[in-house]
């Protein structure tokens, strides 16, 4: 790979992946605000506008750190892909124009109104402008996905003289077939992050609130911290379940009818079977091409993907090695760690729900424990997601029109874009600890601080 080439791509790779670490919290916590906000509407309880509140302070913090990390990426089309841009600004510039004009600009309106409104609003419309808060995060998050399936799945264009591209159908290209699956098993991704999140903190309040030596102000915090735990692990269950099926089956079948061989990459299929089965693990070779070690279900792959027991599954053998994804080792992992952490999310949550039936959750502090250090993995799960999408869609930047080394800047050289990846790393650095100050700060003061 050309070194100009690879450096534009891995200076993108690390500003979106750093930039999706907060949007998928928001995305989260907005759903999780909003039924804060409905039970204490419902109730009156002041514990629960108390959460809200403090939820809306980590998440005005996420949000913040997502539009700083996020406006640099919308300059990289320009500095880093400018022949992407100008080949396919036609097309994927109407839907990130919709995503700032209007999914960005009612989500941080009204996250204003929701912040810093609320002694002057209503108690229902304090609600409502969480609930727009809630649905301008959720509908920004449609549009980039809806960008994002064009790249995967190209519809509603046409291919100009010039060899640029014109949109011509804005239907076609919001109702893409590829994107709905896509969002839903994005947003029950965010789902669980937030879910995740919110449990995590309350454990830590109920795990330190509960011993002997806790401070007053403590207690009071593990108040707050069974509220946490328990909309954590009433949303977290049904995302995680969500997340696995239906969203995440038809998602892969969408990889395996559109793009088969991305398809055989992730699932470490190396040769045509019929009767495929499902790999649980095992260390791709790519000299022999095989599977080193593998720990195999039988068949089962053919019927998550064609639902018939014998069915024909094709395998990387099936298509010219130019057409492969150009990493198939990174592309197998990252599938295969996020879909083992989905399911260890979803034995954690099972597992809590059900010592939440039996009133035994506050104090298993094992469990506590568990939900409290599980908080990293959903954020490393949907980076893992990503990966899988955008390794699996190589060596094309829009699938089958625009291979990705005729998309970069040709006239950056690397050095420069060394220059300024090491810029933007040390830079992020700096706010990644400022990230952390300010939201353990709040953390540190609980929903009763001021």
């Known amino acids: 790979m050309d070194a100009a080439l690879f450096y534009h791509r891995f200076h993108f790779a690390f500003t979106i992946t750093y930039h999706y670490i907060f949007p998928q919290l928001t995305m989260g916590l907005a759903l999780l605000i909003v039924l804060l906000k409905t039970r204490?509407?419902?109730t009156g309880d002041e514990r629960y506008d108390r959460s809200a509140r403090f939820w809306g302070k980590i998440f005005g913090l996420s949000f913040a750190m997502g539009v700083v990390t996020g406006i640099p990426m919308e300059f990289q089309f320009g500095t880093?892909?400018?022949r992407f841009s100008e080949a396919t600004g036609g097309v994927i510039g109407q839907t990130l124009a919709m995503e700032g004009t209007f999914a960005f600009f009612l989500e941080s309106s009204f996250l204003g109104l929701f912040l810093f409104g609320e002694k002057r609003l209503s108690p229902r419309m304090h609600w409502l402008s969480a609930f727009a808060v809630f649905l301008g995060s959720w509908l920004s998050a449609y549009f980039i996905v809806a960008t994002n399936g064009f790249m995967q799945h190209p519809v509603g264009y046409e291919v100009q003289p010039d060899g640029t591209?014109?949109?011509?159908?804005?239907?076609?290209?919001?109702?893409?077939?590829?994107?709905?699956?896509?969002?839903?098993?994005t947003m029950m991704g965010a789902v669980t992050t937030g879910s995740?999140?919110?449990?995590?903190?309350g454990a830590y309040y109920l795990l330190v609130g509960g011993s002997e030596q806790a401070t007053p102000e403590a207690r009071s915090h593990a108040e707050y911290g069974r509220i946490f735990v328990r909309t954590g692990v009433m949303v977290g269950l049904p995302a995680a379940v969500l997340l696995a099926f239906p969203t995440g089956d038809f998602q892969a079948a969408n990889v395996a009818r559109h793009k088969p061989a991305a398809f055989a990459s992730?699932?470490?299929?190396?040769?045509?079977?019929?009767?495929?089965?499902?790999?649980?693990?095992?260390?791709p070779d790519m000299e022999k091409r095989r599977l080193d070690n593998p720990i195999e279900v039988p068949q089962i792959l053919s019927v998550l993907t064609w639902r018939r027991w014998g069915a024909e599954v094709r395998g990387l053998d099936a298509f010219p090695e130019s057409e492969w994804p150009d990493n198939v080792p990174l592309h197998y992992y990252a599938y295969h760690i996020m879909v083992g952490l989905g399911t260890l999310f979803l034995g954690a949550m099972l597992l809590a729900a059900w010592l939440l039936?039996?009133?035994r959750l506050y104090d298993a502090r094992a469990m506590l424990w568990v939900l409290m250090l599980a908080a990293?993995?959903?954020?490393?799960?949907n980076t893992m997601g990503w990966m899988t999408a955008e390794l699996g869609r190589q060596p094309w930047l829009v699938y089958g029109i625009l291979r990705t080394r005729d998309g970069y800047s040709a006239t950056v050289s690397s050095g420069n874009t060394l220059f300024s990846l090491l810029g933007f790393m040390g830079l992020y650095f700096l706010l990644g600890i400022l990230f952390l100050f300010l939201a353990g700060r709040e953390i540190a003061h609980g929903p009763e601080g001021r």
């Not at 995740?196 to 903190?201: V, W, Y």
């Not at 992730?266 to 260390?283: C, H, K, N, S």
């Open 40 to 42: 204490a509407l419902r």
């Open 80 to 82: 880093n892909w400018a």
């Open 165 to 185: 591209l014109a949109l011509t159908s804005l239907w076609s290209l919001l109702l893409n077939p590829w994107v709905l699956w896509q969002y839903l098993h």
């Open 196 to 201: 995740f999140t919110m449990a995590a903190i």
């Open 266 to 283: 992730m699932e470490g299929l190396f040769e045509t079977r019929d009767g495929a089965p499902l790999v649980i693990i095992g260390q």
């Open 357 to 359: 039936w039996k009133e």
């Open 376 to 381: 990293p993995f959903p954020f490393i799960a």
